[in-house]
């Protein structure tokens, strides 16, 4: 299982981003390897279609779940519809480690 955080810096130690389609980065984290990727958001200053641009590359990436502070309306029913799980998480002081050690205390 794939999980996308995101993130305001491309480390472990980075703090989350409330923002979806607007974050600084996606930590990747597979659940199964444990392995980390840690990508750019290549449209985070995009004005129009940032939510959809942004679903599409995390489908890409094969992403079941994706944590984040806030999703825009339209990234929904897309999500939905993708079957990826969306995850809202409003404590922006968590560290992408605690998620993540937070997730592997998880049953799926």
């Known amino acids: 299982m794939k999980i996308a955080i995101t993130s305001r810096g491309n480390s472990l130690e980075s703090e989350l981003d409330q923002r979806f389609s607007h974050c600084k980065y996606f930590v990747i984290y597979d659940k199964q390897t444990g392995t980390v990727e840690i990508i750019p958001n290549p449209y985070r200053e995009v004005e ?20 984040s502070g806030e999703f825009g309306m339209k990234v929904k029913p897309l999500l939905d519809s993708l079957k990826i799980q969306m995850i809202i998480l409003k404590d ?4 992408i480690q605690s998620i993540i050690e937070m997730l592997n205390n998880v049953k799926d």
């Open 48 to 67: 129009e279609q940032a939510g959809t641009l942004t679903v599409k590359l995390l489908s890409s990436k094969n992403v079941d779940k994706i944590i």
């Open 92 to 95: 922006s002081d968590r560290t």
